[in-house]
């Protein structure tokens, strides 16, 4: 397998991972299931898109925890993290804040303070998100 199709292969894989699969989701587990050692597979990703297989990671994780956060109306750090399957809550929020400049907290109360807004208001986000998520739960 050429190194592009193994980058590629890779970043599917990563793209493709639901939140509480990626705790468990590193570069030796990426190189197990892809048939190749993590160097290879390190240089293959490094090789085929602008930053490291890790910063890929790290960035997904980001990106789970704010769907989380802003679709799943999780608005816990805890919550949310426990989801994900992520014991280190301190590095997780360091990275983040050095990432994103804020806590996951703080996206936290601001999504909260929107949605209680939204839902004192009866904003029709608010209400087809009710609708949708009572249907839901009485088709169970």
């Avoid at 293959?44 to 890929?56: D, K």
């Avoid at 769907?67 to 280190?88: P, R």
Wanted: glycine residues 4%; proline residues 3%; aromatic residues 8%.
């Amino acid at each position: 397998m050429t190194q592009k199709k193994l980058g590629m292969k890779a970043w599917r894989i990563i793209i493709h991972s639901r939140p509480s699969e990626l705790a468990d989701l590193n570069v030796t587990e990426l190189a197990r299931r892809l048939g190749t050692t993590p160097a290879n597979l390190s240089r293959a990703v490094s090789n085929t898109s602008h930053c490291t297989l890790g910063r890929h990671l790290e960035l997904k994780r980001f990106h789970a925890f704010e769907v989380l956060v802003i679709c799943y109306k999780i608005h816990s750090v805890k919550k949310a993290l426990k989801i994900m399957g992520i014991e280190s809550e301190s590095h997780f929020i360091k990275r983040y804040k050095a990432h994103r400049g804020r806590t996951p907290g703080q996206l936290c109360r601001e999504q909260r303070k929107d949605w209680e807004e939204k839902k004192r208001n009866k904003h029709p986000e608010y209400l087809s998100w009710l609708k949708y998520h009572h249907y839901r739960f009485d088709a169970m």
